[in-house]
């Protein structure tokens, strides 16, 4: 077929683009959602009603400017929760500051969200953020970060002491891998007026593979475009000499 290739690369485009925007439009409209929704369940609780309703009950929000994360967040860790934003392990803690630690887990992104894709960059001394249902945000700082083998990966989940509280944020590394797990453990701090302003845009191993996918089929399509005018020229100065012969 003719132009066969050109349809391919302008495909591949589209594509990137696509897959582009949904992790970087559509994936955070979606938290939009599920952290306006507890911040209406907040009020509502305090007046006395009805909590809104969503298929998923977020029960916090997870602030970390450093990767610029705003993340709902679950009180379970199923599919369905770890999918569309963190949840919390059942059984490590409970998120109510009880001088436990509670692991928030998520996974490392999918070609629509990113989630917990840039967790792996956080460094000791990195702080994030916890508003909690009783309407109270708090500053968590990272002191540990570890990657371990899922095998037995409980008995990695650091226990509080000095009576301090942890929340460890958890997923799955490398990209495409998963064999190990990576874990960033914060202790309490105390509770903070406001959340630091997110690092600008960060751009994720995913989508610098799809920039780089894009960009390559774009170059691709200019070159056969440009190959295809060079032989249309070609055969325009072939035909005129025949025709002087």
């Known amino acids: 077929m003719k132009h066969f290739d050109k349809i391919i690369y302008v495909i591949v485009i589209v594509l990137c683009c696509y897959f582009g925007y949904q992790t970087k439009v559509t994936s955070v409209k979606t938290q939009e959602k599920y952290i306006e929704e507890f911040e209406k369940n907040l009020t509502v609780t305090k007046e006395g009603g ?3 309703s969503l298929a998923l009950q977020p029960v916090g929000v997870l602030y970390v400017p450093d990767i610029n994360l705003s993340l709902a ?4 860790s199923s599919e369905s929760a770890i999918s569309n934003g ?4 059942q059984g490590t803690g409970t998120l109510k500051n009880e001088k436990d630690n509670s692991v928030i887990t998520a996974h490392n992104g999918d070609p629509s ?3 917990f894709i840039n967790l792996t960059k956080l460094k000791v001394g990195n702080k994030f953020y916890m508003k909690l249902k009783d309407g109270k945000t708090y500053e968590y700082e990272v ?3 570890r990657e371990v083998s899922p095998v037995e990966e409980y008995k990695q989940f650091l226990k509080p002491e000095n009576g301090d509280t942890y929340v460890t944020l958890r997923t799955c590394t490398p990209i495409g891998i998963n064999d190990k797990r990576f874990l960033a453990t914060g202790k309490l701090i105390g509770e ?3 959340v630091p302003q997110g690092k600008g845009m960060m751009i994720s191993l995913f989508e610098w593979g799809l920039i780089v996918i894009a960009l ?3 170059i691709l399509l200019v070159l056969s475009i440009r190959n295809d005018i060079k032989k249309k020229k070609k055969g325009v100065v072939a035909d005129a000499k025949a025709d002087n012969s």
């Open 50 to 52: 009805k909590s809104f």
């Open 73 to 76: 967040v679950f009180n379970n």
């Open 86 to 89: 963190a949840g919390l392990i």
């Open 113 to 115: 969200k990113d989630l």
């Open 143 to 145: 002191f540990d970060t």
């Open 192 to 194: 903070a007026s406001i």
């Open 216 to 218: 390559g089929s774009g």
